[in-house]
């Protein structure tokens, strides 16, 4: 069928069909008429029009303004059964933006996509069971059910077969689609894969497929469970930095990578003078910064544990932020300290670094610590965290450090800074 042409949708629109408002507005914006289109966006978003609402809640929450708008925005989208709207409405009611924090709300948003079928809410039930109990039956099955419609899903599904050393005909035939979308990190599940397959007996990896018990679901997720304190060790003193084993499951990692992966854009530096954000050659990676209209419940959950393991309100938490670096690529020696401007005054220094370390298939690619001469390489799941300030909140001039250029492969890595006060994006 031939998509309607702009003046039948104008007619339409002008006579108050809300749908062809929303359509007409997308229309005049690829089309280059932005004023127009703006026009009739929020036409159609007052009229109720789900995809209109979520499309102006999105632009309001990625320009930082309006979050009070952008949430009731949400709720109108979600009351009229838009999915997306309802997910992202999750995260803001977990979050505390633009209404009350409730985490028990939130997640009974999500449960109630998931089970009218919605494969990304599946998926994200799937990882947040997952975060809490490795082995959790009810969290395989979702996966199973989500991974043949949803790329997380199925990247997922397979990094967790190559942990179990399985791989039957299903895991192969999802990471032949992973490969012919262009996932990123299809080419380490393979090679992955192959070691893991050649190493170790099979393991039974899918689940029963037997009714899932929704209340169940929603029972596991409810409490806010608390987090067991972690077992850190020394890197050096001087810096102050320490290292938590195993933080994340490689399920969580790959995880990260696969909902980073589709926002990946080249890596920005603050200029100390001006306080600026740049492009630089001294940084040649890729980023993904995970706002919130990029977040999910469970990158929620990712964030909270980074909080918990650095022992720092989340709510001082920067946005996490998954840095993909190729072959040659580096981040010179740099402190993370900011200057004095506008970015300080979000929340005062960043006092912290958290750095999650997503896979370990690469050579080079150390983080370097230049006054001790320390480098390290974390394995898939292990966190290194280190100050950038000294106790007196003064920037600590020994915290110069370096990612080293990858020689072979691509390093992934979750990176997030804390400020010393609540961060206001
Ligand atoms: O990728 C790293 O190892 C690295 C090294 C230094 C990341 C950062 N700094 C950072 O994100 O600040
Ligand atoms: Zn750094």
């Given amino acids: 069928m031939m998509p309607p042409n702009i003046s039948e949708l104008r007619n339409r629109a002008e006579a108050g069909e809300p749908r062809a408002q929303y359509l007409l507005a997308a229309a005049l914006a690829s089309s280059g008429a932005r004023d127009e289109a703006d026009q009739w966006l929020h036409a159609a978003a007052k009229n109720g029009e789900a995809d209109a609402s979520y499309t102006l809640a999105t632009r309001q929450l990625q320009t930082h303004k309006g979050a009070a708008s952008a949430h009731e925005l949400l709720k109108g989208a979600a009351q009229h059964g838009s999915t997306v709207a309802r997910r992202l409405l999750a995260v803001l009611v977990a979050e505390g933006i633009g209404a009350e924090a409730d985490w028990r709300g939130a997640v009974s948003l999500v449960v109630a996509a998931a089970q009218e079928g919605d494969a990304s809410a599946q998926r994200e039930i799937a990882m947040l069971l997952l975060l809490a109990d490795a082995d959790d039956a009810d969290a395989v099955h979702l996966l199973d059910r989500a991974a043949a419609q949803d790329a997380v899903a199925a990247a997922v599904c397979v990094r967790r077969s ?24 299809a080419g380490s599940l393979t090679a992955a894969l192959k070691q893991a397959t050649l190493s170790s007996s099979p393991q039974q990896v899918t689940s029963s497929h037997a009714a899932l018990d929704w209340e169940r679901v929603q029972g596991k997720l409810d ?16 810096p102050d930095a320490k290292i938590i084993r195993g933080a994340f499951s490689a399920e969580a990692c790959e995880y990260v990578i696969a909902c980073a992966s589709r926002h990946l854009a080249p890596s920005h530096t603050v200029d100390p003078r001006t306080g600026a954000s740049r492009q630089d050659a001294y940084r040649t990676s890729l980023t993904a910064t995970l706002g919130p209209v990029d977040l999910d419940l469970a990158l929620v959950a990712v964030n909270r544990r980074v909080a918990h393991l650095v022992g720092s309100p989340h709510g001082n938490g920067e946005f996490l932020s998954v840095l993909h670096y190729s072959s040659g690529q580096e981040y010179k020696p740099h402190f993370d300290w900011l200057p004095p401007g506008d970015d300080f005054d979000r929340g005062g220094q960043r006092v912290t670094t958290a750095l999650i370390y997503l896979n370990d298939d690469y050579e080079g690619g150390e983080t370097h610590f230049l006054g001790p001469d320390i480098q390290f390489k974390g394995a898939p799941g292990d966190v290194l965290i280190f100050q950038n300030a000294l106790p007196d909140g003064l920037p600590d001039k020994g915290s110069r450090h370096a990612s080293l250029p990858v020689t072979q492969g691509a390093k992934w890595l979750g990176s997030k800074w804390f400020r010393g006060k609540k961060y206001n994006f």
Avoid: H, K, M
């Fill in 162 to 185: 190559i942990r179990l050393g399985a791989a039957d005909t299903r895991i192969r035939s999802l990471l032949q689609n992973l490969g012919a979308l262009r996932y990123p990190n």
């Fill in 223 to 238: 409490g806010d469970a608390p987090l067991a304190p972690p077992v850190v060790e020394e890197l050096c003193a001087a």
